[in-house]
């Protein structure tokens, strides 16, 4: 089954320590992205991937980090979580930028207390 | 900056009616625009892409129309069930970037 698959789907950690969402498609796809999605705000895009070794900035990138060291997966780092990226977070991917329809993985609530 | 609003914000209405969900975006230099649906609790389902040089897309009960100089789409739900219930996001990538530039959502509640 096609699928873009988030792990933890739920996840509760503490200010400073630092923790990692996995994102991986079976897909062959291109493109991967984060978005977080929060209450008023709606979805952001935090990152992006155009294909392997290649990452950018979205919308709200700051206190995030991103790899893209194989094809498939594509990894949420937050080197130091705070309560303010308290949220909901979902991962992408699309067989090219832009043109292509876009599939979402489950989502993975993240508290930071 | 560009914005994408979807009106209503929220609409409750008995199975078997047909509606509309409206979607509009501030730029026409739009690259395509995709509809999802978002369950509580569970990620957004793709429904359907509109590429830029489309005017409309078709599957099942569900019909995106896209209208690039007024800045607008609609997605047409017919004969809706409780099933149905869930948010509905519209979402659009510019020739500018290729961020999905969400709007924040219409909440459907379909009544039995």
């Known amino acids: 089954e096609a699928q873009v698959t988030q792990n933890p789907r739920y996840l509760i950690t503490v200010t400073g320590k630092k923790l990692t969402v996995t994102c991986s498609q079976n897909m062959n796809h291109e493109y991967m992205s984060w978005y977080r999605q929060d209450p008023g705000l709606g979805l952001r895009q935090i990152y992006y991937?155009?294909?392997?070794?290649?990452?950018d900035k979205g919308d709200v990138p700051e206190g995030y980090k991103v790899s893209r060291k194989e094809k498939r997966n594509f990894p949420l780092i937050l080197e130091s979580p705070s309560p303010n990226q308290t949220s909901l977070y979902f991962c992408a991917s699309s067989l090219s930028a832009g043109s292509t329809e876009a599939f979402f993985g489950q989502g993975t609530r993240l508290t930071v207390v | 900056k560009q914005e994408v609003t979807q009106i209503p914000a929220a609409l409750s209405v008995p199975e078997g009616e047909n509606l509309v969900l409206n979607c509009s975006f501030t730029d026409s230099a739009i690259y395509n625009l995709q509809w999802f649906r978002q369950d509580p609790g569970k990620g957004l389902t793709s429904l359907l892409l509109i590429q830029s040089s489309q005017r409309e897309q078709t599957s099942g009960r569900l019909n995106a129309s896209l209208d690039k100089s007024s800045g607008r789409s609609t997605l047409y739900i017919a004969a809706s069930q409780p099933g149905d219930s869930a948010t509905y996001l519209c979402a659009v990538i510019y020739w500018s970037g290729y961020a999905l530039n969400f709007g924040k959502g219409t909440s459907l509640l379909v009544t039995p």
């Open positions: 991937s155009m294909n392997v070794e290649v990452t």
